[in-house]
């Protein structure tokens, strides 16, 4: 009788819920779980491990699933504080340019990891999106300010960069 934590989820708000194909025991229950995130008005997304390879299976699976929003970890998860896994870049520009090759307005997400000296990177190599802790993580909300300012001139400088061909 408990809803289900996409239901809960759901019912708390959330606009997105992305689930990790590993957590279903197979395919059918994976599927069913994004049907499920639709069918209550909510976004699916992908949650794409560290160690994930991008393969001609998970594209299909994005494509035929009509995902358009994928998580790419930049650390396997599990706990913070841990160092950015450079495969991650390969993994980003893999999934924009299979976007870009299908017409897929894939949003991309980056998730662990991050610091200012990879947020450019991360920029370069499809990510829209950026979730973590560490990167903002003050003693204070002046430092907390700080931090978020700096983050906001790094994405305006890597995107100003890139609108240049520089």
Not at 50 to 55: C, G, K, L, V
Not at 125 to 147: C, P, V, Y
């Amino acid at each position: 009788g408990e809803p289900s934590f996409i239901e809960a989820y759901a019912k708390a708000g959330c606009d997105g819920i992305a689930v990790h194909e590993s957590a279903f025991n197979n395919r059918r229950e994976f599927e069913a779980s994004i049907n499920a995130i639709r069918e209550l008005g909510v976004r699916p997304g992908l949650l794409i491990e560290t160690n994930r390879e991008m393969s001609t299976s998970l594209f299909h699976t994005i494509r035929d699933l009509k995902i358009d929003w994928v998580i790419v970890m930049g650390v396997p998860i599990g706990f913070g504080g841990q160092i950015f896994d450079s495969g991650t870049f390969g993994r980003m520009a893999s999934l924009r340019n299979f976007g870009l090759s299908e017409k897929i307005p894939l949003l991309i997400e980056v998730d662990g990891g991050l610091t200012s000296d990879n947020l450019s990177q991360c920029l370069i190599n499809g990510s829209q999106l950026f979730a973590g802790w560490s990167i903002i993580r003050g003693n204070d909300t002046d430092e907390l300010r700080m931090k978020i300012r700096h983050i906001n001139e790094i994405i305006a400088r890597t995107t100003e960069q890139s609108s240049h061909g520089d």
